[in-house]
Protein backbone atom coordinates (compact mmCIF):
# COMPACT_ATOMS: atom_id res chain seq x y z
CA UNK A 1 0.00 0.00 0.00
CA UNK A 2 1.63 3.64 -0.87
CA UNK A 3 2.04 5.85 1.82
CA UNK A 4 -0.06 8.82 2.31
CA UNK A 5 0.70 12.90 1.98
CA UNK A 6 -0.13 14.77 4.81
CA UNK A 7 -2.31 16.18 2.35
CA UNK A 8 -3.96 12.93 2.26
CA UNK A 9 -4.27 12.23 5.71
CA UNK A 10 -5.59 15.03 6.24
CA UNK A 11 -8.67 14.77 3.25
CA UNK A 12 -9.05 11.18 4.92
CA UNK A 13 -9.46 11.93 8.66
CA UNK A 14 -11.91 14.92 7.94
CA UNK A 15 -13.94 12.58 5.16
CA UNK A 16 -13.55 9.26 8.31
CA UNK A 17 -15.11 12.17 10.32
CA UNK A 18 -17.67 13.66 8.42
CA UNK A 19 -19.14 9.87 7.40
CA UNK A 20 -18.99 9.18 11.10
CA UNK A 21 -21.26 12.09 11.95
CA UNK A 22 -23.74 12.25 9.23
CA UNK A 23 -24.35 8.17 10.63
CA UNK A 24 -24.44 8.45 13.77
CA UNK A 25 -26.76 12.03 14.00
CA UNK A 26 -28.69 10.32 10.99
CA UNK A 27 -28.00 13.69 9.20
CA UNK A 28 -28.14 13.07 5.76
CA UNK A 29 -30.86 10.81 3.67
CA UNK A 30 -31.91 9.94 0.94
CA UNK A 31 -33.87 12.27 -1.48
CA UNK A 32 -33.19 15.19 0.54
CA UNK A 33 -32.39 18.68 -0.94
CA UNK A 34 -29.19 20.78 1.37
CA UNK A 35 -29.41 23.85 1.52
CA UNK A 36 -25.94 25.21 2.70
CA UNK A 37 -24.57 28.07 4.22
CA UNK A 38 -21.71 29.37 2.37
CA UNK A 39 -20.65 32.36 4.49
CA UNK A 40 -17.08 32.20 2.61
CA UNK A 41 -14.92 31.29 5.93
CA UNK A 42 -12.87 28.02 5.71
CA UNK A 43 -15.38 25.81 7.56
CA UNK A 44 -18.45 26.37 5.04
CA UNK A 45 -16.22 26.52 2.03
CA UNK A 46 -14.61 23.38 3.18
CA UNK A 47 -18.61 21.72 4.15
CA UNK A 48 -19.56 22.87 0.48
CA UNK A 49 -16.65 20.75 -0.74
CA UNK A 50 -17.18 17.68 0.93
CA UNK A 51 -21.13 17.62 0.86
CA UNK A 52 -21.40 17.95 -2.99
CA UNK A 53 -18.42 15.37 -3.36
CA UNK A 54 -20.40 13.26 -1.66
CA UNK A 55 -23.66 14.13 -3.02
CA UNK A 56 -21.73 12.37 -6.05
CA UNK A 57 -21.42 8.78 -4.66
CA UNK A 58 -24.81 8.39 -4.78
CA UNK A 59 -25.24 6.62 -1.16
CA UNK A 60 -27.24 8.47 0.48
CA UNK A 61 -28.75 9.84 -3.07
CA UNK A 62 -29.09 13.58 -2.49
CA UNK A 63 -29.01 17.25 -4.09
CA UNK A 64 -26.58 20.18 -2.64
CA UNK A 65 -26.84 23.96 -3.28
CA UNK A 66 -25.56 26.42 -1.91
CA UNK A 67 -26.43 30.36 -0.72
CA UNK A 68 -24.25 33.20 0.67
CA UNK A 69 -26.01 35.78 2.83
CA UNK A 70 -24.99 39.56 2.39
CA UNK A 71 -24.83 42.06 5.53
CA UNK A 72 -25.75 45.50 3.67
CA UNK A 73 -24.76 47.16 6.75
CA UNK A 74 -22.20 45.41 8.13
CA UNK A 75 -18.41 45.02 6.96
CA UNK A 76 -18.01 41.66 7.32
CA UNK A 77 -18.01 39.63 4.05
CA UNK A 78 -16.63 37.74 1.06
CA UNK A 79 -15.93 38.46 -2.35
CA UNK A 80 -19.02 37.29 -4.27
CA UNK A 81 -17.17 36.48 -7.46
CA UNK A 82 -14.81 34.59 -5.67
CA UNK A 83 -17.53 32.53 -3.93
CA UNK A 84 -19.38 31.75 -7.08
CA UNK A 85 -15.98 30.80 -8.96
CA UNK A 86 -15.73 28.64 -6.17
CA UNK A 87 -19.22 27.41 -6.61
CA UNK A 88 -18.63 27.36 -10.45
CA UNK A 89 -15.63 24.35 -10.00
CA UNK A 90 -17.53 22.22 -7.97
CA UNK A 91 -20.50 22.47 -10.01
CA UNK A 92 -23.14 24.08 -7.25
CA UNK A 93 -25.67 26.53 -7.55
CA UNK A 94 -24.63 29.59 -5.47
CA UNK A 95 -28.06 31.57 -4.07
CA UNK A 96 -26.99 35.35 -3.23
CA UNK A 97 -29.15 37.44 -0.75
CA UNK A 98 -28.91 40.49 0.93
CA UNK A 99 -30.32 41.45 3.74
CA UNK A 100 -29.71 44.40 6.34
CA UNK A 101 -31.03 45.35 10.13
CA UNK A 102 -30.47 48.23 12.79
CA UNK A 103 -29.33 47.87 15.84
CA UNK A 104 -30.91 50.54 17.67
CA UNK A 105 -34.28 48.92 17.16
CA UNK A 106 -33.97 45.97 19.52
CA UNK A 107 -31.42 47.02 22.50
CA UNK A 108 -31.82 44.05 24.67
CA UNK A 109 -30.40 42.10 21.79
CA UNK A 110 -26.30 42.61 20.72
CA UNK A 111 -25.36 43.98 17.39
CA UNK A 112 -23.86 40.39 16.67
CA UNK A 113 -26.96 38.49 17.91
CA UNK A 114 -28.91 40.60 15.67
CA UNK A 115 -26.97 39.86 12.76
CA UNK A 116 -27.11 36.33 13.06
CA UNK A 117 -30.67 36.38 12.96
CA UNK A 118 -31.43 38.06 9.79
CA UNK A 119 -29.30 36.32 8.09
CA UNK A 120 -30.72 33.24 9.22
CA UNK A 121 -34.25 34.73 8.29
CA UNK A 122 -33.10 35.26 5.14
CA UNK A 123 -31.59 31.54 4.72
CA UNK A 124 -34.80 29.90 6.16
CA UNK A 125 -37.11 31.84 4.04
CA UNK A 126 -35.14 30.93 0.75
CA UNK A 127 -34.69 27.01 1.43
CA UNK A 128 -38.64 26.88 2.22
CA UNK A 129 -39.31 28.71 -0.80
CA UNK A 130 -37.22 26.56 -3.01
CA UNK A 131 -38.25 23.18 -1.39
CA UNK A 132 -35.02 22.23 0.73
CA UNK A 133 -35.63 20.20 3.70
CA UNK A 134 -32.29 20.58 5.28
CA UNK A 135 -30.08 23.44 5.98
CA UNK A 136 -26.22 22.84 6.42
CA UNK A 137 -24.01 25.06 8.94
CA UNK A 138 -20.01 24.69 8.70
CA UNK A 139 -19.84 24.83 12.56
CA UNK A 140 -16.72 22.47 13.61
CA UNK A 141 -16.33 20.79 17.30
CA UNK A 142 -14.79 23.52 18.66
CA UNK A 143 -17.61 25.67 17.81
CA UNK A 144 -19.83 23.64 19.66
CA UNK A 145 -18.11 22.98 22.47
CA UNK A 146 -17.39 26.83 22.84
CA UNK A 147 -20.89 27.28 22.60
CA UNK A 148 -21.63 24.90 25.17
CA UNK A 149 -19.38 26.83 27.79
CA UNK A 150 -20.73 29.89 26.65
CA UNK A 151 -23.98 28.62 27.99
CA UNK A 152 -22.86 27.47 30.96
CA UNK A 153 -20.81 30.30 32.18
CA UNK A 154 -22.67 32.98 30.89
CA UNK A 155 -26.71 31.67 30.80
CA UNK A 156 -27.06 29.03 33.45
CA UNK A 157 -27.58 26.35 30.76
CA UNK A 158 -26.47 22.99 29.73
CA UNK A 159 -26.84 22.72 26.09
CA UNK A 160 -25.18 23.52 22.17
CA UNK A 161 -25.89 23.47 18.34
CA UNK A 162 -26.77 20.56 18.11
CA UNK A 163 -25.37 18.07 15.43
CA UNK A 164 -29.02 18.09 14.39
CA UNK A 165 -31.77 19.73 14.99
CA UNK A 166 -35.59 19.50 13.92
CA UNK A 167 -37.96 23.32 13.48
CA UNK A 168 -40.67 22.64 15.24
CA UNK A 169 -41.82 25.66 13.04
CA UNK A 170 -41.31 25.32 9.76
CA UNK A 171 -40.44 22.04 7.60
CA UNK A 172 -36.54 21.97 8.25
CA UNK A 173 -33.68 20.52 9.58
CA UNK A 174 -30.66 21.81 10.64
CA UNK A 175 -27.46 19.91 10.28
CA UNK A 176 -23.98 20.03 11.18
CA UNK A 177 -21.82 17.83 9.20
CA UNK A 178 -18.46 19.23 10.52
CA UNK A 179 -19.55 18.67 14.15
CA UNK A 180 -16.63 15.69 14.64
CA UNK A 181 -14.23 18.03 12.82
CA UNK A 182 -12.02 19.70 14.79
CA UNK A 183 -10.63 23.88 13.95
CA UNK A 184 -6.98 22.76 13.33
CA UNK A 185 -7.64 20.16 10.77
CA UNK A 186 -9.76 22.88 9.18
CA UNK A 187 -7.17 25.22 9.36
CA UNK A 188 -4.88 23.22 7.91
CA UNK A 189 -7.24 22.03 5.06
CA UNK A 190 -7.84 25.68 4.09
CA UNK A 191 -4.31 26.80 4.07
CA UNK A 192 -4.10 23.45 1.48
CA UNK A 193 -6.97 24.37 -0.68
CA UNK A 194 -5.94 28.14 -0.65
CA UNK A 195 -9.46 29.48 0.52
CA UNK A 196 -9.51 33.38 -0.01
CA UNK A 197 -9.95 34.85 3.54
CA UNK A 198 -13.50 37.19 4.30
CA UNK A 199 -12.87 40.62 5.08
CA UNK A 200 -13.84 41.16 8.92
CA UNK A 201 -14.60 44.85 9.47
CA UNK A 202 -16.84 44.47 11.15
CA UNK A 203 -17.35 47.43 14.75
CA UNK A 204 -19.27 44.81 16.93
CA UNK A 205 -16.93 41.99 16.41
CA UNK A 206 -15.24 42.02 19.74
CA UNK A 207 -18.71 42.22 21.67
CA UNK A 208 -18.75 38.50 22.08
CA UNK A 209 -17.41 36.56 24.88
CA UNK A 210 -16.43 33.59 22.13
CA UNK A 211 -12.56 34.49 22.23
CA UNK A 212 -12.73 34.18 26.08
CA UNK A 213 -13.60 31.28 26.17
CA UNK A 214 -11.77 29.64 23.15
CA UNK A 215 -9.07 30.76 25.28
CA UNK A 216 -9.96 29.39 28.09
CA UNK A 217 -10.79 25.89 26.76
CA UNK A 218 -7.27 26.14 25.16
CA UNK A 219 -5.96 26.22 28.89
CA UNK A 220 -8.25 23.22 29.76
CA UNK A 221 -7.11 20.95 27.04
CA UNK A 222 -3.28 21.88 28.09
CA UNK A 223 -4.07 20.50 31.93
CA UNK A 224 -6.38 17.62 30.96
CA UNK A 225 -5.94 16.57 26.65
CA UNK A 226 -9.22 14.66 27.63
CA UNK A 227 -11.07 17.17 28.04
CA UNK A 228 -12.48 17.58 24.41
CA UNK A 229 -14.01 13.82 24.71
CA UNK A 230 -15.16 14.08 28.19
CA UNK A 231 -17.40 17.33 27.75
CA UNK A 232 -18.95 15.42 24.16
CA UNK A 233 -19.57 12.57 26.06
CA UNK A 234 -21.61 14.37 28.50
CA UNK A 235 -23.37 16.08 25.33
CA UNK A 236 -24.02 12.89 24.24
CA UNK A 237 -25.52 11.30 27.09
CA UNK A 238 -27.43 14.07 27.93
CA UNK A 239 -29.24 13.43 24.45
CA UNK A 240 -27.95 17.38 23.37
CA UNK A 241 -26.80 16.42 19.92
CA UNK A 242 -29.61 15.66 18.47
CA UNK A 243 -33.17 17.24 18.88
CA UNK A 244 -36.38 16.10 17.03
Known sequence: MPTLTDEQRLEKRINERFVKAMVTYHLIEDDDKILVGLSGG???????????????????????????????????????????????????RLHVRTTSFDPSTDKRKSPCFLCSWY??????????????????????????????????????????????????????????????????????????????????LCPYENDSHRTDIRNLFDKIEAMNPEARSCVWHSLETAGKLEED
Open 119 to 200: RRKELFNLAQELKFNKIAFGHHQDDILHTTLMGLFYQGQFGCMPARLRMRKMPLTLIRPLCLVPEKDLKKMAEIRGYQKQKK
Open 42 to 92: KDSMCLTEILVGRSRIRHPRFEVEAVHVRMENIKYESDVSYLEDFCGKLGV
